[in-house]
């Protein structure tokens, strides 16, 4: 069981602050997901919690104790890579026991076994206890990963992108499995990526971090449907958010060189804003307000992403599969007024 | 123009045998995308039509012509890699204009093609700069236009956005798509992404152990999946597969997905397809999105328990306990409150495919006439 919280934690290196003053709060029990872009202080932040890296200010602390003088190993956290870090002449059931093996742990071997069993059947690969590990695909290689992590009954589980490596097909059925295990634990999840659809779908919570600060903590639906400024909320969702420059006057918002005119839903101040809106949001059909020219349609299956073109704005909006549309045509599209996002033009934070 | 055919095509590395009599032919100005997981032939298809690869049996016709004796130089294709390939102490301007250094051109009129070329892609203002201060994103832009300046017959690429992250990807669908557009080259483009496949293709060749499993729109593999590969390859989240069971209940058939799950209802002419269709054992695919939930007791609903939650913004993925089998369906988002909720359920029969579980093939049964 752990509870694990930043406080104003900042580690360099050399003059570049890869995490900066960061605070943090994960409940015990959370599957909190960390979300950036490549750069931000995602992995420094996990090797920080592991013991892998010592902060040069703030405090970390696991379970409400302070852990600054703990070792990695005390700190009984277990890491999962993104690259299996396996034995590879080994046995998948060897591979299992070799962390409870250590003489720290002290296991009887009927342990042992009990311990590999109930991860095996949890995991779903009991079938691969006695095959060697380079024998395995990379699915098996990574299951058998987290399976090294779950024998250890550690505290808490940080994981560095453990999907990535993966092919779609397999990243989307992990990505379940491994939110269905937490949930079956009860354990505390770290989950480090920049991939969006990875936060959104398993995190009970989600940090989005950015150039080594938190930017924004909260529900996938908060993170969504609440962006706290530009950058939440052009790195959440695909395709990303539209984004375009607008006129707020006498409860209107003026967009698209005047040709877009519609009623602003809350009172805002005047003046220049940028305004935001997701392409299901947008919708498009014979019946609708504004016309466009079609600058590209791709067929999602389940439905088009199309993208419209008005003077020089190009935006795009989700289309139902069954709607005829054109590349190079003209089709009338309509925002949806309750679903506009307003950033402050200069400094993107939201005016919501 | 630039037409390829490929007909009967056999490959071996070794003992394995990689290409399985291939036959595909590529429409003048057509964008084909082969798609399959990895180790399934497309990338050795894609260097065998280039050149890079020769294929033990077969052969491959470019515009009418046999090109198997033409070295790859003289296929007159361009090639553009995963891996962006740039010669890192040109330019990019150099980059772009090296494939025209052979001609006897004039530097007046090479120049004016990387000019034509770079304004096409955008990148006009990083001519001057090496590849190691360019991003990724204009690195591949960099790549396509040395591959597009030569205006050959035909472009390859392999994989070209792998390398890219996704937000980039998103946006360089677009400016391939259109520079396909306007350059009207016949493409074939690989990839693993069936996303990139939807979005870019007139046409998707599936793959799957050097067997082509199907080819047709967009909409075809989508829609008309041929057999369970497609079906389960194309589309995000994977389609439900479940082993079913049929039976006739008066007015209606019941539709059991394994043993002691309450069934589906379906209109009584299944049960006629079925038999039409000879089938045996039957597999039933329905995707998320054909799988109707419903927060209230609805007639023709079963009810079910929500086992987990995947929110997407857009949308939530949400995956149904019906017996012992699990169902994904896709909702608005936050309309199954939480996990452990009862809602209700329907297969909509419009959506749901039928295979013969041995075969793995489609019987080809469509319910109703949706709008596809």
Same mark, same amino acid.
């Given at each position: 069981?752990?509870?694990?919280?930043?406080?104003?934690?900042?580690?360099?290196?050399?003059?570049?602050?890869?995490?900066?003053?960061?605070?943090?709060?994960?409940?015990?029990?959370?599957?909190?997901?960390?979300?950036?872009?490549?750069?931000?202080?995602?992995?420094?932040?996990?090797?920080?919690?592991?013991?892998?890296?010592?902060?040069?200010?703030?405090?970390?602390?696991?379970?409400?104790?302070?852990?600054?003088?703990?070792?990695?190993?005390?700190?009984?956290?277990?890491?999962?890579?993104?690259?299996?870090?396996?034995?590879?002449?080994?046995?998948?059931?060897?591979?299992?026991?070799?962390?409870?093996?250590?003489?720290?742990?002290?296991?009887?071997?009927?342990?042992?076994?009990?311990?590999?069993?109930?991860?095996?059947?949890?995991?779903?690969?009991?079938?691969?206890?006695?095959?060697?590990?380079?024998?395995?695909?990379?699915?098996?290689?990574?299951?058998?990963?987290?399976?090294?992590?779950?024998?250890?009954?550690?505290?808490?589980?940080?994981?560095?992108?453990?999907? @990535?490596?993966?092919?779609?097909?397999?990243?989307?059925?992990?990505?379940?499995?491994?939110?269905?295990?937490?949930?079956?634990?009860?354990?505390?999840?770290?989950?480090?990526?920049?991939?969006?659809?990875?936060?959104?779908?398993?995190?009970?919570?989600?940090?989005?971090?950015?150039?080594?600060?938190?930017?924004?903590?909260?529900?996938?639906?908060?993170?969504?449907?609440?962006?706290?400024?530009?950058?939440?909320?052009s790195?959440?969702g695909s395709p990303s958010i539209n984004l375009?420059?607008?006129?707020?006057?006498?409860?209107?918002?003026?967009?698209?060189?005047?040709?877009?005119?519609?009623?602003?839903?809350?009172?805002?101040?005047?003046?220049?804003?940028?305004?935001?809106?997701?392409s299901?949001?947008?919708?498009?059909?014979?019946?609708?307000?504004?016309?466009?020219?079609?600058h590209d349609?791709e067929?999602?299956?389940?439905?088009?992403i199309?993208t419209?073109r008005?003077?020089?704005?190009f935006f795009k909006?989700?289309?139902?599969? @069954?709607?005829?549309?054109?590349?190079?045509?003209?089709?009338?599209?309509?925002?949806?007024?309750?679903?506009?996002?307003?950033?402050?033009?200069? @400094?993107?934070?939201?005016?919501? | 123009?630039?037409?390829?055919?490929?007909?009967?095509?056999?490959?071996?590395?070794?003992?394995?045998?990689?290409?399985?009599? *291939?036959?595909?032919?590529?429409?003048?100005?057509?964008?084909?995308?082969?798609?399959?997981?990895?180790?399934?032939?497309?990338?050795?298809?894609?260097?065998?039509?280039?050149?890079?690869?020769?294929?033990?049996?077969?052969?491959?016709?470019?515009?009418?012509?046999?090109? %198997?004796?033409?070295?790859?130089?003289?296929?007159?294709?361009?090639?553009?890699?995963?891996?962006?390939?740039?010669?890192?102490?040109?330019?990019?301007?150099?980059?772009?204009?090296?494939?025209?250094?052979?001609?006897?051109?004039?530097?007046?009129?090479?120049?004016?093609?990387?000019?034509?070329?770079?304004?096409?892609l955008q990148i006009?203002?990083?001519?001057?700069?090496?590849?190691?201060?360019?991003a990724g994103g204009d690195m591949q832009r960099?790549?396509i236009?040395?591959?597009?300046?030569?205006?050959?017959?035909?472009?390859?690429?392999?994989?070209p956005m792998?390398a890219l992250d996704a937000k980039l990807r998103e946006e360089m669908r677009t400016e391939l798509k259109r520079l396909?557009?306007?350059?009207?080259?016949?493409?074939?483009?690989?990839?693993?992404?069936?996303v990139e496949?939807?979005s870019l293709?007139?046409?998707?060749?599936?793959?799957?152990?050097?067997?082509?499993? %199907?080819?047709?729109?967009?909409?075809?593999?989508?829609?008309?999946?041929?057999?369970?590969?497609?079906? %389960?390859?194309?589309?995000?989240?994977?389609?439900?597969?479940?082993?079913?069971?049929?039976?006739?209940?008066?007015?209606?058939?019941?539709?059991? /997905?394994?043993?002691?799950?309450?069934?589906?209802?379906?209109?009584?002419?299944?049960?006629?397809? *079925?038999?039409?269709?000879?089938?045996?054992?039957?597999?039933?695919?329905?995707?998320?999105?054909?799988?109707?939930?419903?927060?209230?007791?609805?007639?023709?609903?079963?009810?079910?328990?929500?086992?987990?939650?995947?929110?997407?913004?857009?949308?939530?993925?949400?995956? /149904?306990?019906?017996?012992? %089998?699990?169902?994904?369906?896709?909702?608005?988002?936050?309309?199954?409150?939480?996990?452990?909720?009862?809602?209700?359920?329907?297969?909509?029969?419009?959506?749901?495919?039928?295979?013969?579980?041995?075969?793995?093939?489609?019987?080809?049964?469509?319910?109703?006439?949706?709008?596809?």
């Open positions: 069981m752990a509870h694990i919280r930043l406080d104003n934690v900042t580690k360099k290196f050399g003059l570049h602050a890869a995490v900066d003053g960061l605070t943090l709060d994960i409940a015990d029990g959370e599957f909190f997901v960390l979300l950036g872009p490549t750069g931000a202080g995602k992995t420094t932040t996990l090797r920080l919690i592991a013991g892998l890296e010592k902060p040069d200010d703030g405090k970390i602390e696991i379970a409400d104790q302070d852990v600054h003088q703990w070792s990695a190993s005390e700190r009984d956290v277990a890491l999962v890579f993104q690259y299996y870090s396996l034995y590879p002449r080994y046995t998948v059931r060897q591979n299992l026991a070799f962390p409870l093996k250590s003489n720290a742990r002290n296991c009887s071997q009927a342990e042992i076994d009990e311990r590999i069993a109930r991860a095996a059947k949890t995991l779903r690969i009991g079938h691969l206890l006695e095959r060697k590990t380079d024998r395995l695909s990379g699915g098996e290689m990574q299951r058998v990963s987290i399976g090294r992590a779950i024998v250890r009954e550690p505290r808490a589980f940080l994981m560095d992108e453990p999907l @990535s490596n993966l092919d779609a097909k397999l990243r989307e059925s992990l990505r379940a499995e491994l939110k269905e295990l937490q949930m079956k634990l009860k354990s505390t999840f770290l989950f480090v990526t920049h991939d969006q659809i990875e936060a959104m779908s398993m995190g009970d919570k989600v940090g989005i971090l950015n150039e080594g600060k938190i930017v924004q903590v909260g529900t996938p639906y908060e993170i969504y449907n609440k962006p706290k400024n530009i950058f939440v909320a790195f959440v375009m420059p607008a006129e707020l006057a006498n409860g209107h918002v003026t967009a698209l060189s005047g040709k877009l005119k519609i009623v602003a839903p809350r009172s805002k101040t005047n003046g220049a804003v940028t305004i935001g809106i997701r299901e949001d947008i919708t498009v059909g014979p019946k609708e307000q504004v016309a466009a020219h079609i349609v067929n999602h299956g389940v439905e088009k199309v419209l008005v003077d020089d704005q909006a989700t289309a139902p599969s @069954s709607l005829e549309l054109k590349i190079d045509g003209t089709v009338k599209f309509s925002f949806n007024p309750d679903k506009l996002h307003f950033f402050d033009a200069a @400094s993107g934070a939201s005016r919501a | 123009m630039a037409e390829i055919i490929l007909r009967d095509i056999e490959k071996y590395f070794g003992a394995v045998y990689v290409i399985r009599k *291939l036959n595909l032919t590529i429409k003048h100005r057509e964008f084909v995308v082969l798609l399959g997981p990895s180790g399934c032939g497309k990338t050795t298809t894609l260097r065998a039509v280039a050149g890079l690869e020769d294929v033990d049996s077969g052969d491959i016709l470019i515009d009418g012509k046999p090109v %198997q004796q033409l070295e790859a130089g003289d296929r007159d294709i361009a090639f553009v890699f995963q891996l962006f390939a740039l010669y890192p102490h040109l330019t990019a301007y150099e980059n772009i204009a090296f494939p025209l250094r052979a001609t006897s051109e004039s530097k007046a009129s090479v120049e004016a093609k990387v000019r034509a070329v770079a304004k096409s006009e203002h990083l001519l001057g700069k090496r590849p190691s201060a360019l960099v790549a236009g040395r591959a597009l300046v030569r205006r050959p017959k035909a472009m390859l690429m392999d994989e792998g396909h557009l306007e350059n009207e080259s016949t493409t074939v483009y690989v990839t693993h992404d069936q496949a939807m293709a007139d046409r998707i060749a599936i793959m799957n152990e050097g067997v082509l499993q %199907q080819v047709g729109t967009p909409d075809d593999v989508y829609h008309r999946p041929a057999n369970l590969f497609v079906a %389960q390859f194309v589309g995000s989240p994977v389609m439900n597969i479940a082993a079913a069971n049929v039976k006739a209940d008066g007015s209606r058939s019941l539709l059991a /997905l394994g043993k002691g799950a309450a069934p589906f209802e379906f209109p009584k002419s299944l049960i006629r397809h *079925l038999s039409d269709a000879k089938a045996n054992d039957l597999t039933v695919g329905i995707r998320p999105e054909g799988v109707l939930v419903s927060q209230t007791e609805t007639a023709g609903y079963v009810p079910v328990t929500a086992h987990l939650i995947e929110p997407l913004g857009a949308y939530d993925i949400v995956d /149904l306990k019906v017996g012992a %089998q699990l169902v994904r369906a896709r909702t608005a988002s936050g309309y199954v409150s939480k996990v452990g909720a009862r809602v209700w359920a329907r297969l909509d029969p419009a959506q749901t495919h039928f295979f013969d579980t041995r075969t793995t093939d489609s019987l080809r049964i469509r319910l109703v006439d949706g709008a596809h």
